[in-house]
């Protein structure tokens, strides 16, 4: 009797990230589709990703550092004793490097898995080339599944799997979504504050209802815009990321800036605006969907309300 093929799929990094490896994990699971695929991630996704046909298990990845060893070790042990006969690093980075190495055997040439990834000495390498650098997330993914014999094409990310019961909200028919937060440490990467607010003026005086969204740190952020303009509901805080996928389902638009929620919702298929500063590259990181409009300015504080108001298609 044939064995069932082991699969590990890596994924680590920020919800973006998480959201764009989506079309991979699809790519990965119709190419290995009787096989047992287990995805290593990060605890803050483990629960959403569950619910992804695209793995039978999913572990959670607690990232020991050089001062645990114990945990690094206890990490090397679980990652030898699943017995992979293929690991797909989606990752591609520093630490997912490192696990290629913890997951070898002693003995003849040093025996472990095959491998894709970048990382010297992988069965199905994908060279860390200049022009692989210039790639779309989603573009170096594809690249790279065709270097470990997956031809493609490649599916968009699909989180059709994800949205939530959202009518708890009571939500009006007629809404647009404002993702005003971002990564507290990245602070360039928001437009101001009072942008957003007059952006919410606009959208209320034209019929619409201007929703906001964010994590539990952004409540502030949230409170400020519904305080200045009344007809604002508020939701940051209150939503899951299957809420996120679902709002997007049937927001007029979503407006914001570079982070991930931002992809939850033109995953769920709302048109999209997405504010970009110097800090990042949206040719290397932008969503793609049906309808995304990508704004730059190296200083977000240049770009005028105007601009974004005009990618409404609304009159006030």
Sequence with gaps: MATTAKILVIKLGALGDIVQAMGSAAAIRDFHRDAQITLLTTRPYADLLRRAPYFDEVWVDDRPGWRDPAGIVRLARRLRGGRFD????LS???????YFWLMRRPGFKFRGPEWSGIVRG????????QERRRMHTLDREADQ???????????????SWAPADVSRFALPEDYVLLVPGGAPHR???RWPLD??????QRIAAAGSTPIVIGGPSERELGETITSAVLEARDLTGR????DIVALGRAARRAIGNDTGPMHLAVVGGAPATVLYSVASDPALTAPRGRDVVILRRNNLADLSVDEVAATLGMEP
């Design 195 to 200: 942008r957003f607010i007059a952006l919410a």
């Design 86 to 89: 293929r690991v797909y690093d």
């Design 239 to 242: 939503t899951e990321f299957g």
């Design 187 to 189: 602070p360039e990467k």
């Design 122 to 129: 992988a069965s199905h390498r994908q060279p860390d080339t």
């Design 92 to 98: 591609t980075r520093q630490r997912s490097a490192l």
């Design 145 to 159: 599944l065709r270097w470990a014999d997956i031809p493609g094409p490649v599916p968009p990310p699909d989180m």
